[in-house]
C-alpha cells in the first residue's frame, strides 16, 4: 500500500509556521487574522498616505553563510523606512514576507527579532505579513525578504524636492557601513576574486569581516523628523543602489545642479578596503555604494547650522557634503583629492 501524500511530505511545515506565527503574536498584539487593523491618527487636516516596499537583496546570502539573521530584518525594515521619511512621513506601520524552502524556527524567530527591533527604532508598528514555505522554489533553509510600509505626513508639509533653489546646501547623514546594496559586487570580491576568511579582521577595522559587512543599514527616521519639527527641508535623497549620484538626482529640479564634494567626509575603511582588495575603480564604487553616506538633506543656508545641531544631538553627526547651483537636473562629482587611506 502507498504511504499517502501529505502536504508535510511535500516539504511543508504548517504547524511549524503555526508555532513562528504564535511565538510573534506575544511580541506584536495586532498581528493575527487575515488582515491588520490601524486607526488614522487624530489632528491631521490633509493627510497624505505614504507606502513603500523593498527587500534586503543578496546580503542575505551573507547573513546566510554566517549563520546571523537578526541584522537582515533590521535592514528591511530600514530600507522601507528611510524611504518613507525623504517624503517627511511619520512611518505607521510594518508588513513583512518571509519566504524559504524549508522552514526553520530559530532562523524565523531571529530574523522577526530584527525586524521587531527595527520597527521599535523606527517608531512603527509590526502590523502583519507572511511566512511562506515554497519547497522547490527556494534551496533549502535559504530564503528572501520584503517589507511593506505605510506613513503619514500632512499634505502641505510632503517633501518632493520642487522647492530647491540654487544657493541651497546639501548635508549628509553618515551611513552605518555598506548598508543593503551592492552585495552582488562585494560577494564577488569576498568569495571568488580576492576570497577572505569573514572571521579575520582586517588592518582598520573595529570588528571581524563578516560582521562589519553584516552591518543592520542605519534608520534616519527619528533624526530626520527630529529636525523637520525645527527647520525646512527642501529635498531628501535616501542613498541606496546607484549611490549618491543615482539617488540624488531623482529629487532634483530641472533648473539646478546638486555638486557633491567626495573630499567632505571621511570615507569608511570598509569601502577603502574593497576597493583596494577587489581593484575596484573608483567611478564604480560612487556608482555602486553610498561611501559613507545614507541619506542627503537639502536645506537654505540659513537652516544648515540649526538642522546640524539637531542631528547631532540625535547622535546623527551631520557634515555639508555639496551645494545647489544653477544647472540642468544634473548631478556633479567633484574630483576626490583626498584618499582618506589609512
Known amino acids: 500500500m502507498k504511504k499517502p501524500v501529505t502536504y508535510a511530505g511535500a516539504g511543508v511545515d504548517a504547524a511549524l509556521g503555526d508555532r513562528l506565527v504564535s511565538w ?25 498616505l505614504v507606502a513603500s516596499a523593498d527587500g534586503v537583496g543578496t546580503k542575505l546570502l551573507l547573513a546566510d553563510r554566517l549563520g546571523r539573521h537578526k541584522t537582515v530584518g533590521i535592514d528591511l525594515v530600514a530600507m522601507v523606512v528611510n524611504d518613507l521619511v525623504v517624503s517627511g512621513a511619520k512611518p505607521l506601520f510594518f508588513l513583512d514576507y518571509y519566504a ?46 520584503a517589507g511593506f510600509g505605510v506613513g503619514i505626513v500632512e499634505a502641505d508639509k510632503a517633501i518632493d524636492g520642487s522647492g530647491i533653489r540654487a544657493g541651497d546646501v546639501l548635508v549628509g547623514l553618515p551611513s552605518s557601513g555598506l548598508h543593503s546594496n551592492g ?29 562589519t559587512l ?39 529640479p530641472s533648473n539646478v545642479d546638486a555638486v557633491v564634494d567626495f573630499g567632505k567626509w571621511r570615507r569608511p575603511r570598509v569601502f577603502e578596503w574593497l576597493q583596494e582588495v577587489g581593484g575596484i575603480e573608483e567611478a564604480e564604487m560612487r556608482a555602486t555604494f553610498n561611501l559613507g553616506v545614507g541619506m542627503i538633506l537639502c536645506l537654505g543656508k540659513k537652516d544648515v547650522a540649526v538642522a546640524e545641531e539637531i542631528l547631532r544631538r540625535s547622535g546623527c553627526a551631520a557634515v555639508v557634503v555639496g551645494e545647489v547651483v544653477e544647472g540642468t537636473g544634473r548631478v556633479i562629482l567633484k574630483p576626490r583629492m583626498n584618499t582618506n587611506r589609512r
Open 100 to 145: 524559504t524552502g524549508k522552514l526553520r524556527l530559530a532562523h524565523g524567530r531571529e530574523v522577526l527579532e530584527g525586524i521587531l527591533k527595527g520597527c521599535e527604532e523606527a517608531g512603527c508598528e509590526l502590523l502583519g505579513g507572511e511566512t511562506a514555505e515554497l519547497p522547490g522554489m527556494y534551496e533549502g533553509e535559504r530564503y528572501d525578504l
Open 24 to 48: 510573534l503574536q506575544k511580541r506584536a498584539p495586532r498581528i493575527g487574522g487575515f488582515g491588520g487593523l490601524f486607526p488614522l491618527p487624530a489632528g491631521y487636516k490633509k493627510p497624505l
Open 214 to 252: 553584516l552591518e543592520p543599514t542605519r534608520i534616519y527616521v527619528r533624526p530626520v523628523l527630529g529636525a523637520l519639527e525645527r527647520v525646512k527641508i527642501k529635498g531628501i535623497a535616501h542613498i541606496t543602489g546607484e549611490g549618491i549620484a543615482g539617488n540624488l538626482v531623482r529629487i532634483l
Open 183 to 211: 552585495f552582488s559586487l562585494v560577494r564577488k570580491i569576498v568569495f571568488e576574486t580576492a576570497p577572505q576568511d569573514l572571521a579575520s579582521r582586517p588592518a582598520g577595522f573595529e570588528k571581524s569581516l563578516g560582521e
